[in-house]
């Protein structure tokens, strides 16, 4: 059974900070997704990283992929308050194309 | 990617009551799914909504309390029936365009139950 662990669970930080949420899973799989969620509101989808050794940026997050190691990370540079948000990883399962969801990281970005 | 709209946005309803969601996406999709989210909790799959055939449903989901439909490739139903407190979430329906690698999410659908 596909198993997807999220760390921290709950973050608080500094503007201008840099910081990392880890994402584990454990069994093979071939795509991994990150998302946020704003209080009440939807999923945004962040990143779809598909191969090892994947590496997406845009503005200041950065995913990574190490499927050899089942890991993703989720890094935040200088961070802002406008990132306050909660992240989610999930995962493919590639036994029935099902994504099973982490249990999110609640990151606070005090100003 | 996918437009969603989801219907009612929000509602609060009495206890024993049923309430139908209402999922449309601007595109043909084989693949639509419903996920509850509980207070303060990550995304459960309660099931796939298939076209032209009974709905899959996730271990500790059950057909009679959360009935399905799906008519045709762009839209779905999930209903809430004989509601209770617990049943209190946002559900999501959520889809993954064909030659998409990823699912796209609905805005959700907030439910109290009273």
């Known amino acids: 059974e596909l198993k997807v662990e999220q760390n921290p669970l709950f973050l608080s930080m500094q503007e201008g900070k840099n910081y990392t949420i880890y994402c584990n899973y454990s069994?093979?799989?071939?795509?991994l997704y990150w998302y946020r969620q704003d209080p009440g509101k939807s999923l945004e989808s962040l990143f779809v990283l598909l191969s090892n050794g994947a590496v997406k940026q845009e503005g200041r997050l950065m995913a990574s992929l190490d499927t050899k190691a089942r890991l993703s990370t989720l890094h935040i540079t200088a961070a802002v308050h406008d990132l306050s948000a909660t992240y989610f990883c999930?995962?493919?399962?590639?036994?029935?194309?099902?994504?099973?969801f982490g249990k999110g990281t609640r990151l606070h970005i005090l100003p | 990617s996918a437009v969603i709209s989801q219907k009612p946005s929000r509602d609060i309803c009495q206890r024993g009551t049923s309430l139908t969601i209402q999922c449309q996406v601007d595109?043909?999709?084989?693949?639509m799914f419903w996920y509850r989210q509980q207070p303060g909790q990550s995304l459960t799959l309660i099931a796939t909504?298939?076209?032209?055939?009974?709905?899959?449903?996730e271990s500790g989901f059950v057909i009679d309390k959360f009935p399905i439909s799906r008519p045709n490739l762009t839209f779905s139903t999930l209903t809430v029936s004989n509601m209770s407190p617990e049943d209190s979430s946002i559900y999501l329906c959520?889809?993954?365009?064909?030659?998409?690698?990823?699912?796209?999410f609905g805005p959700g659908t907030r439910l109290t139950v009273l």
């Open positions: 999930a995962v493919d399962n590639p036994r029935d194309d099902k994504i099973i």
């Open positions: 909504a298939n076209q032209g055939s009974e709905a899959t449903y």
């Open positions: 595109s043909q999709v084989t693949m």
């Open positions: 959520s889809v993954e365009p064909a030659g998409n690698n990823e699912q796209f």
């Open positions: 069994t093979t799989s071939d795509r």
